[in-house]
């Protein structure tokens, strides 16, 4: 598997975002397959002290966002330093790509972005090519199935992996024709 689905949640919305959880997995768009998972829960003051900027208004979102999402970021344990995070999303990546990896986010200039510039801020090489970076959103809005579907959604809103998973069903929908006999 090569296409990898990219959530972020953050306490902004800059290219330097504050990234408190990073979730992500592996897809397959022909063979409807979600593969390898990563999730991770960010240790804010670390993220703060390297440069990860926070707004008031993303924090007073937050603050609306139900108990479970607040509480898979507020209340994890093993907390990762960025760069720590980093390196072990660059070894998911190695370890599970079958070739250069296609990472898709939420948003041309979201998740790929923020999460680039997290990497650049702590000095570690980014682990895909930038012309890899894929915009889900964009598809999601132009494809006409779009408009008539949507997947059944599993798992908590707002929580990092049970969105990059969600995100990764749903473009499978729209791209593959035969994904919903394969899922039956």
């Not at 779009?146 to 992996?161: D, V, Y």
Request: glycine share 6%; with cysteine.
């Amino acid at each position: 598997m090569h296409n990898i689905m990219l959530d972020l949640e953050t306490l902004g919305t800059s290219p330097n975002a504050a990234v408190i959880a990073i979730g992500a997995c592996f897809f397959d768009i022909e063979t409807c397959e979600i593969g390898a998972t990563f999730y991770r829960v960010l240790d804010l003051d670390g993220v703060v002290r390297s440069g990860g900027e926070m707004d008031a208004s993303t924090v007073l979102w937050w603050l609306k966002q139900s108990d479970d999402a607040r509480q898979a970021i507020y209340a994890a344990e093993n907390l990762s330093s960025p760069g720590i995070a980093m390196a072990h999303f660059s070894r998911f990546i190695a370890d599970n790509a079958s070739q250069d990896p296609l990472v898709w986010g939420n948003g041309a200039n979201f998740d790929n972005v923020i999460l680039a510039s997290m990497y650049r801020r702590q000095g570690i090489q980014l682990p895909w090519k930038w012309w890899n970076d894929r915009c889900y959103r964009t598809i999601k809005q132009i494809s006409p199935k779009s408009r008539a579907f949507e997947t059944e959604r599993l798992g908590t809103k707002h929580h990092a992996l049970g969105d990059a998973m969600h995100q990764a069903h749903t473009l499978i929908q729209l791209l593959n024709p035969d994904a919903e006999r394969s899922q039956s």
